[in-house]
Protein backbone atom coordinates (compact mmCIF):
# COMPACT_ATOMS: atom_id res chain seq x y z
CA UNK A 1 0.00 0.00 0.00
CA UNK A 2 1.60 3.33 -1.21
CA UNK A 3 1.43 6.70 1.13
CA UNK A 4 0.96 10.20 0.15
CA UNK A 5 3.64 11.86 -1.32
CA UNK A 6 2.95 13.90 1.57
CA UNK A 7 3.98 10.99 4.12
CA UNK A 8 7.56 11.14 2.57
CA UNK A 9 8.46 14.35 4.41
CA UNK A 10 8.06 12.51 7.94
CA UNK A 11 9.97 9.91 9.40
CA UNK A 12 9.80 8.71 13.03
CA UNK A 13 9.90 11.48 15.37
CA UNK A 14 13.38 12.13 17.06
CA UNK A 15 11.96 11.35 20.81
CA UNK A 16 11.21 7.74 19.30
CA UNK A 17 14.58 7.71 18.21
CA UNK A 18 16.42 8.57 21.13
CA UNK A 19 13.95 6.20 23.28
CA UNK A 20 15.07 2.99 20.91
CA UNK A 21 18.65 4.19 21.50
CA UNK A 22 18.20 4.21 25.34
CA UNK A 23 16.66 0.84 25.48
CA UNK A 24 19.50 -0.49 23.37
CA UNK A 25 21.91 1.04 25.62
CA UNK A 26 20.36 -0.46 28.96
CA UNK A 27 20.31 -3.91 27.00
CA UNK A 28 24.02 -3.84 26.26
CA UNK A 29 25.36 -1.71 29.18
CA UNK A 30 23.04 -3.20 32.08
CA UNK A 31 23.01 0.50 33.19
CA UNK A 32 19.89 2.63 33.68
CA UNK A 33 20.29 5.64 31.14
CA UNK A 34 19.66 9.40 32.37
CA UNK A 35 17.19 10.87 30.08
CA UNK A 36 16.71 14.71 29.44
CA UNK A 37 15.10 14.50 25.76
CA UNK A 38 11.92 14.78 26.52
CA UNK A 39 9.99 17.55 27.89
CA UNK A 40 7.55 15.23 30.00
CA UNK A 41 7.27 16.86 33.37
CA UNK A 42 7.65 14.89 36.58
CA UNK A 43 6.55 17.27 38.35
CA UNK A 44 2.70 15.32 39.08
CA UNK A 45 -0.31 18.21 39.58
CA UNK A 46 -0.76 19.49 42.75
CA UNK A 47 -3.35 16.76 45.02
CA UNK A 48 -6.39 18.70 44.69
CA UNK A 49 -6.41 18.65 40.43
CA UNK A 50 -6.08 15.09 40.52
CA UNK A 51 -8.35 14.48 43.11
CA UNK A 52 -11.30 16.60 41.13
CA UNK A 53 -10.25 14.46 38.41
CA UNK A 54 -10.53 10.88 39.83
CA UNK A 55 -14.21 11.73 41.30
CA UNK A 56 -15.35 13.32 37.96
CA UNK A 57 -14.05 9.54 36.07
CA UNK A 58 -16.73 8.07 38.41
CA UNK A 59 -19.42 9.64 37.18
CA UNK A 60 -21.50 7.87 34.70
CA UNK A 61 -22.76 11.28 32.80
CA UNK A 62 -19.27 12.49 32.63
CA UNK A 63 -18.71 9.91 29.41
CA UNK A 64 -21.25 11.83 27.12
CA UNK A 65 -19.78 13.74 24.01
CA UNK A 66 -18.46 16.93 25.44
CA UNK A 67 -19.23 18.90 22.14
CA UNK A 68 -19.05 22.09 23.89
CA UNK A 69 -16.97 22.82 25.96
CA UNK A 70 -18.68 23.13 30.05
CA UNK A 71 -19.41 27.55 30.44
CA UNK A 72 -17.58 26.99 33.75
CA UNK A 73 -14.57 25.74 32.02
CA UNK A 74 -14.67 29.02 29.84
CA UNK A 75 -15.58 30.92 32.61
CA UNK A 76 -12.36 29.92 34.28
CA UNK A 77 -9.75 30.58 31.14
CA UNK A 78 -11.50 34.66 31.09
CA UNK A 79 -10.60 34.96 34.73
CA UNK A 80 -7.41 33.45 34.75
CA UNK A 81 -6.67 35.99 31.32
CA UNK A 82 -7.87 38.53 33.04
CA UNK A 83 -6.35 38.05 36.54
CA UNK A 84 -3.00 36.77 35.22
CA UNK A 85 -2.61 38.95 31.57
CA UNK A 86 -5.04 41.58 32.43
CA UNK A 87 -6.64 40.30 28.63
CA UNK A 88 -10.13 40.33 28.18
CA UNK A 89 -11.60 37.29 26.27
CA UNK A 90 -15.06 37.29 24.53
CA UNK A 91 -16.30 33.68 24.68
CA UNK A 92 -16.38 33.34 21.02
CA UNK A 93 -12.42 34.18 21.43
CA UNK A 94 -11.43 31.01 23.32
CA UNK A 95 -11.85 27.22 21.38
CA UNK A 96 -10.71 24.43 24.08
CA UNK A 97 -8.00 21.60 22.45
CA UNK A 98 -6.95 18.37 23.10
CA UNK A 99 -3.88 19.64 24.14
CA UNK A 100 -2.24 23.14 22.08
CA UNK A 101 -0.45 20.90 19.69
CA UNK A 102 -3.54 19.82 18.05
CA UNK A 103 -3.83 24.00 17.29
CA UNK A 104 -0.37 24.11 16.13
CA UNK A 105 -1.51 21.17 13.55
CA UNK A 106 -4.48 22.45 12.42
CA UNK A 107 -4.35 26.24 11.44
CA UNK A 108 -2.06 25.75 8.61
CA UNK A 109 -4.75 23.32 7.30
CA UNK A 110 -7.32 25.78 7.69
CA UNK A 111 -5.42 28.96 6.38
CA UNK A 112 -2.82 27.81 3.43
CA UNK A 113 -3.24 26.39 0.57
CA UNK A 114 -0.38 24.88 -1.30
CA UNK A 115 2.89 26.40 -1.26
CA UNK A 116 1.65 29.53 0.48
CA UNK A 117 4.29 29.94 3.25
CA UNK A 118 4.89 29.89 6.94
CA UNK A 119 7.41 31.43 8.94
CA UNK A 120 9.08 29.54 11.19
CA UNK A 121 11.67 29.86 13.86
CA UNK A 122 15.14 28.20 13.67
CA UNK A 123 15.59 26.04 15.82
CA UNK A 124 12.11 25.17 16.48
CA UNK A 125 9.55 22.81 18.18
CA UNK A 126 9.45 19.91 15.55
CA UNK A 127 5.44 20.40 15.15
CA UNK A 128 6.50 23.93 13.82
CA UNK A 129 7.25 22.29 10.29
CA UNK A 130 5.66 18.86 10.00
CA UNK A 131 2.34 21.12 10.64
CA UNK A 132 3.55 23.28 7.32
CA UNK A 133 4.46 19.82 5.63
CA UNK A 134 1.08 18.19 6.00
CA UNK A 135 -0.94 20.78 4.46
CA UNK A 136 1.57 21.30 1.88
CA UNK A 137 2.75 25.08 2.53
CA UNK A 138 6.21 26.33 2.00
CA UNK A 139 8.22 26.58 5.38
CA UNK A 140 10.36 30.03 5.54
CA UNK A 141 12.77 29.94 7.78
CA UNK A 142 13.73 32.90 10.59
CA UNK A 143 16.97 32.24 12.34
CA UNK A 144 17.22 32.38 15.87
CA UNK A 145 20.72 33.26 17.02
CA UNK A 146 22.83 33.57 20.12
CA UNK A 147 24.40 37.68 19.09
CA UNK A 148 20.26 38.46 18.65
CA UNK A 149 19.57 36.62 21.98
CA UNK A 150 17.56 34.48 19.69
CA UNK A 151 14.54 36.92 18.83
CA UNK A 152 13.52 37.03 15.25
CA UNK A 153 15.23 39.46 13.04
CA UNK A 154 12.37 40.98 11.50
CA UNK A 155 15.02 43.24 9.43
CA UNK A 156 16.28 39.92 7.79
CA UNK A 157 13.34 38.32 6.74
CA UNK A 158 13.13 39.02 2.52
CA UNK A 159 10.83 40.63 0.61
CA UNK A 160 9.62 37.47 -1.06
CA UNK A 161 9.23 35.78 2.04
CA UNK A 162 7.21 38.49 3.63
CA UNK A 163 4.87 38.48 0.33
CA UNK A 164 4.45 34.42 0.53
CA UNK A 165 3.98 34.42 4.29
CA UNK A 166 0.30 33.47 5.47
CA UNK A 167 1.54 32.04 8.54
CA UNK A 168 3.91 33.44 11.70
CA UNK A 169 4.90 30.60 14.15
CA UNK A 170 6.37 32.98 17.16
CA UNK A 171 7.26 30.94 20.85
CA UNK A 172 8.53 33.13 23.64
CA UNK A 173 9.62 31.54 26.43
CA UNK A 174 11.09 29.38 23.34
CA UNK A 175 11.63 25.79 23.58
CA UNK A 176 14.63 25.07 22.71
CA UNK A 177 16.73 28.01 23.76
CA UNK A 178 15.25 29.50 26.95
CA UNK A 179 15.21 32.50 25.58
CA UNK A 180 12.77 35.64 26.16
CA UNK A 181 11.60 38.68 24.25
CA UNK A 182 11.47 42.24 25.86
CA UNK A 183 8.32 44.61 25.12
CA UNK A 184 9.64 45.93 22.17
CA UNK A 185 9.47 42.91 20.31
CA UNK A 186 5.77 42.29 20.94
CA UNK A 187 5.47 45.47 19.75
CA UNK A 188 7.74 45.18 16.09
CA UNK A 189 5.75 41.60 16.08
CA UNK A 190 2.42 43.31 15.85
CA UNK A 191 3.30 45.76 13.18
CA UNK A 192 5.29 43.20 11.18
CA UNK A 193 1.91 41.24 10.83
CA UNK A 194 -0.32 44.28 10.09
CA UNK A 195 1.96 45.79 6.92
CA UNK A 196 2.61 42.21 5.46
CA UNK A 197 -0.75 40.66 6.45
CA UNK A 198 0.28 37.94 8.11
CA UNK A 199 -1.38 35.93 11.05
CA UNK A 200 0.59 35.36 14.11
CA UNK A 201 -0.03 32.09 15.96
CA UNK A 202 2.08 32.46 19.15
CA UNK A 203 2.75 29.88 21.06
CA UNK A 204 2.76 30.66 24.93
CA UNK A 205 3.18 27.95 26.70
CA UNK A 206 6.07 28.24 28.98
CA UNK A 207 4.63 31.78 30.28
CA UNK A 208 4.60 30.49 33.88
CA UNK A 209 8.10 29.26 33.44
CA UNK A 210 9.95 32.39 33.72
CA UNK A 211 13.14 32.56 36.05
CA UNK A 212 14.40 34.98 38.27
CA UNK A 213 11.05 36.54 39.43
CA UNK A 214 10.59 37.85 35.88
CA UNK A 215 6.86 37.58 34.61
CA UNK A 216 6.47 35.81 31.79
CA UNK A 217 3.90 38.15 29.22
CA UNK A 218 0.79 37.27 26.79
CA UNK A 219 1.11 38.35 23.14
CA UNK A 220 -2.76 39.30 23.55
CA UNK A 221 -1.70 41.76 26.26
CA UNK A 222 -0.51 44.17 23.74
CA UNK A 223 -2.03 46.41 21.24
CA UNK A 224 -3.88 45.35 18.48
CA UNK A 225 -2.17 41.27 19.08
CA UNK A 226 -5.98 40.42 18.49
CA UNK A 227 -6.23 42.20 15.50
CA UNK A 228 -3.03 40.31 13.92
CA UNK A 229 -3.28 36.91 15.63
CA UNK A 230 -4.34 34.26 18.20
CA UNK A 231 -2.36 32.44 21.24
CA UNK A 232 -1.49 28.64 22.64
CA UNK A 233 -1.52 27.87 26.27
CA UNK A 234 -1.49 24.84 27.95
CA UNK A 235 -1.59 23.11 31.04
CA UNK A 236 1.03 20.67 30.41
CA UNK A 237 3.93 22.64 31.82
CA UNK A 238 2.19 24.71 33.94
CA UNK A 239 -0.28 22.68 35.98
CA UNK A 240 1.84 19.19 34.85
CA UNK A 241 -1.06 17.92 33.06
CA UNK A 242 1.04 16.84 29.87
CA UNK A 243 -0.75 13.49 29.40
CA UNK A 244 -4.50 15.22 30.01
CA UNK A 245 -3.84 16.94 26.92
CA UNK A 246 -4.68 20.28 27.75
CA UNK A 247 -4.92 23.66 25.81
CA UNK A 248 -6.72 26.32 24.79
CA UNK A 249 -6.56 29.00 21.74
CA UNK A 250 -7.29 32.42 22.27
CA UNK A 251 -7.54 35.80 20.21
CA UNK A 252 -8.82 36.81 17.36
CA UNK A 253 -12.76 35.52 17.04
CA UNK A 254 -12.53 35.24 12.91
CA UNK A 255 -9.52 32.47 13.06
CA UNK A 256 -11.45 31.08 16.29
CA UNK A 257 -14.47 30.67 14.60
CA UNK A 258 -13.12 29.19 11.81
CA UNK A 259 -10.65 26.84 13.61
CA UNK A 260 -14.11 25.73 15.44
CA UNK A 261 -15.79 25.02 12.33
CA UNK A 262 -12.57 22.25 11.58
CA UNK A 263 -12.57 21.25 15.26
CA UNK A 264 -16.56 20.26 14.60
CA UNK A 265 -15.72 18.06 11.90
CA UNK A 266 -12.96 16.21 13.48
CA UNK A 267 -13.89 15.09 16.70
CA UNK A 268 -15.86 15.43 19.89
CA UNK A 269 -14.56 17.89 22.27
CA UNK A 270 -12.51 17.20 25.98
CA UNK A 271 -13.23 14.37 27.94
CA UNK A 272 -15.62 16.08 31.05
CA UNK A 273 -13.49 14.99 33.84
CA UNK A 274 -10.23 16.53 32.16
CA UNK A 275 -12.29 19.88 32.05
CA UNK A 276 -13.42 19.92 35.51
CA UNK A 277 -9.36 19.46 36.61
CA UNK A 278 -9.08 22.10 33.90
CA UNK A 279 -11.12 24.44 36.13
CA UNK A 280 -9.93 23.53 39.10
CA UNK A 281 -6.49 24.35 38.55
CA UNK A 282 -7.19 27.77 36.87
CA UNK A 283 -9.09 28.46 39.90
CA UNK A 284 -6.93 27.00 42.84
CA UNK A 285 -3.42 26.24 41.43
CA UNK A 286 -1.46 29.13 41.52
CA UNK A 287 0.42 28.01 44.73
CA UNK A 288 1.57 24.96 42.27
CA UNK A 289 2.81 27.28 39.44
CA UNK A 290 4.97 29.08 41.85
CA UNK A 291 6.20 25.62 43.21
CA UNK A 292 6.88 23.86 39.81
CA UNK A 293 8.78 27.26 38.51
CA UNK A 294 11.02 27.33 41.49
CA UNK A 295 11.71 23.48 41.12
CA UNK A 296 12.97 24.03 37.57
CA UNK A 297 15.28 26.91 38.67
CA UNK A 298 16.63 25.26 41.31
CA UNK A 299 17.70 21.96 38.87
CA UNK A 300 18.52 24.62 36.29
CA UNK A 301 20.94 25.92 38.56
CA UNK A 302 21.95 22.59 39.97
CA UNK A 303 22.92 21.21 36.70
CA UNK A 304 24.70 23.78 35.63
CA UNK A 305 27.24 23.87 38.60
CA UNK A 306 27.74 20.15 38.48
CA UNK A 307 28.31 19.74 35.31
CA UNK A 308 30.77 23.08 35.16
CA UNK A 309 32.65 21.25 37.59
CA UNK A 310 32.33 18.03 35.49
CA UNK A 311 34.41 20.10 32.14
CA UNK A 312 31.13 21.31 30.63
CA UNK A 313 30.17 24.53 30.68
CA UNK A 314 26.01 25.89 30.00
CA UNK A 315 24.87 29.30 29.70
CA UNK A 316 21.70 29.96 32.25
CA UNK A 317 18.26 29.57 30.27
CA UNK A 318 16.21 32.42 31.19
CA UNK A 319 12.94 30.32 30.87
CA UNK A 320 11.29 27.27 30.09
CA UNK A 321 11.93 23.35 31.60
CA UNK A 322 15.09 23.70 28.98
CA UNK A 323 18.81 24.06 28.60
CA UNK A 324 19.75 25.11 25.52
CA UNK A 325 23.72 23.91 25.68
CA UNK A 326 26.71 24.27 23.33
CA UNK A 327 28.89 21.23 22.54
CA UNK A 328 32.55 21.09 22.71
CA UNK A 329 34.23 22.09 19.51
CA UNK A 330 36.12 18.62 19.34
CA UNK A 331 32.45 17.50 17.70
CA UNK A 332 31.26 17.72 13.73
CA UNK A 333 28.00 18.40 14.96
CA UNK A 334 25.28 17.91 17.87
CA UNK A 335 24.35 14.21 16.69
CA UNK A 336 27.85 12.96 17.26
CA UNK A 337 28.12 14.82 20.54
CA UNK A 338 24.81 13.24 21.56
CA UNK A 339 25.84 9.59 20.20
CA UNK A 340 28.96 10.21 22.43
CA UNK A 341 27.32 11.02 25.25
CA UNK A 342 24.98 8.57 25.28
CA UNK A 343 27.74 5.69 24.54
CA UNK A 344 30.17 7.04 27.43
CA UNK A 345 27.93 8.20 30.22
CA UNK A 346 24.86 6.46 29.55
CA UNK A 347 23.25 10.21 29.51
CA UNK A 348 20.44 11.01 26.82
CA UNK A 349 20.06 14.79 24.87
CA UNK A 350 18.36 15.97 22.20
CA UNK A 351 20.45 16.82 19.47
CA UNK A 352 19.85 20.61 18.28
CA UNK A 353 19.76 19.49 15.10
CA UNK A 354 16.96 17.90 15.56
CA UNK A 355 15.38 21.19 15.77
CA UNK A 356 16.70 23.25 12.36
CA UNK A 357 20.07 24.24 11.34
CA UNK A 358 20.73 26.46 13.81
CA UNK A 359 20.82 24.09 16.55
CA UNK A 360 23.81 22.03 15.02
CA UNK A 361 26.39 23.57 17.69
CA UNK A 362 23.68 22.60 20.50
CA UNK A 363 21.81 19.75 22.14
CA UNK A 364 19.01 20.80 24.50
CA UNK A 365 18.68 19.39 27.64
CA UNK A 366 15.22 18.71 29.63
CA UNK A 367 15.40 18.87 33.36
CA UNK A 368 12.84 16.39 33.83
CA UNK A 369 14.74 14.53 36.54
CA UNK A 370 15.25 15.25 39.98
CA UNK A 371 18.46 16.51 41.57
CA UNK A 372 20.04 12.83 42.37
CA UNK A 373 19.65 12.02 38.85
CA UNK A 374 21.81 15.16 38.13
CA UNK A 375 24.14 14.35 40.25
CA UNK A 376 24.41 10.98 39.08
CA UNK A 377 25.11 12.81 35.08
CA UNK A 378 27.27 15.04 36.69
CA UNK A 379 29.64 12.61 38.27
CA UNK A 380 29.48 9.98 34.95
CA UNK A 381 30.29 12.96 32.98
CA UNK A 382 33.08 13.86 35.59
CA UNK A 383 34.26 10.21 35.06
CA UNK A 384 34.20 10.36 31.23
CA UNK A 385 35.79 13.69 30.83
CA UNK A 386 38.77 13.04 29.14
CA UNK A 387 37.35 10.84 26.27
CA UNK A 388 34.67 13.23 26.16
CA UNK A 389 35.95 16.39 26.03
Known amino acids: METAQRMRSFHTSVFMDLHALKQEYEQKSGKSALDFSLGSPNIAPESSIMDVLSKAVLVPKNYRYAINPLPSMIKAIQDWYQKRYDVFLESDEIALLQGSQEALINIPLIFCDPLDGVLVPDPYYPAYIDAPKLAGATILYMPLRKENEYLIDFDQISENDRKNAK???????????????????????????????????????????????????????????????????????TYGMAGARLGVLVGNKDVIHQYKILKSNMDYGVFLPIQYAGIQALKHGGASIVKTREEYERRRDLLIQRFANSGWTIPKSAATMFLWAPIPACYENSLEFSKQLLKQCGIIVTPGLSFGKEGERYVRIALVVNEEQIEEAAKRIQEARSSLF
Open 167 to 237: IMIVCYPNNPTGAIAPDSFYTRLIQFAKENDILVLYDNAYSELVFEGKPGKSFLSFPGAKEVGVELNSFSK
